[in-house]
């Protein structure tokens, strides 16, 4: 064993280091993973509200998008959580997310993380935040980056976020990338949650994927226009 200033550098081979990675407990590699499973997620669903359809880009369809999440959320009992940035001046949830039955909670911090402590408290059994909503750059970052220091894992749905600008919309999305954060499209994380064309829901599921998807703006991403990615 090697000394080098009184202290011991323990030094591991090839053979030991496929011994460490075949170890059980390598939490951070199971993590670094991202599955996604029903029992154990939740749908966060942010500040989709009257005052911000005319100034969030793609705001029509990034809802629309999010109302598909929730409406499989259901099938699959993933609970949902709803949150309204200060609806005295902000307005309501706009009735086409389809979020009948869930209660808004209102918050004026940027996170959704203070004003849901309580509800992620009482679910030990939880590990992966979907995130949908407004802005990317503002309440989602933030957001992102609170679960993630509580060690959950965070997949944003990429087509079901936006902000006023595509600029900061993209730009929100890799920051938040770089932090740890996944980011898949709507469908991914439904295929996901279903994982077996066997599941006693999936023929409803599949009619809901099978409507069309709408087109909002991310296109750009795979056409070399942006190069954060």
């Known amino acids: 064993m090697p000394v080098f200033g009184g202290h011991n550098i323990f030094v591991c081979g090839a053979e030991d280091r496929t011994q460490a990675a075949r170890m059980p407990g390598m939490a951070a590699a199971r993590t670094s993973l991202g599955r996604v499973l029903p029992g154990s997620s939740i749908l966060f669903l942010c500040d989709m509200q009257e ?51 869930l209660q808004p909670v209102s918050k004026t911090c940027f996170s959704m993380v203070p004003t849901l402590q309580r509800e992620l408290d009482s679910r030990p059994q939880l590990q992966s935040v979907l995130l949908c909503g407004i802005e990317a750059q503002v309440c989602i970052l933030h957001t992102t980056l609170d679960l993630l220091e509580r060690g959950l894992q965070v997949h944003i749905v990429v087509d079901a976020c936006s902000s006023r600008s595509q600029v900061d919309r993209l730009t929100a999305l890799a920051r938040m990338r770089q932090s740890g954060a996944f980011l898949s499209t709507s469908e ?19 009619k809901i994927i099978k409507e069309p998807v709408p087109d909002s703006g991310l296109l750009g991403l795979f056409q070399g226009q942006n190069p954060l990615f």
């Open 51 to 101: 005052r911000f359809r005319h100034s969030i880009v793609y705001f029509p369809q990034i809802v629309s998008v999010a109302a598909r999440m929730l409406r499989v959320a259901r099938l699959l009992q993933v609970p949902a959580l709803l949150t309204e940035q200060y609806p005295q001046g902000l307005g309501p949830t706009v009735p086409e997310l389809g979020a009948e039955g």
């Open 188 to 206: 991914g994380l439904i295929m996901q949650l279903v994982r077996d064309a066997a599941h006693p829901k999936f023929r409803e599921i599949q």
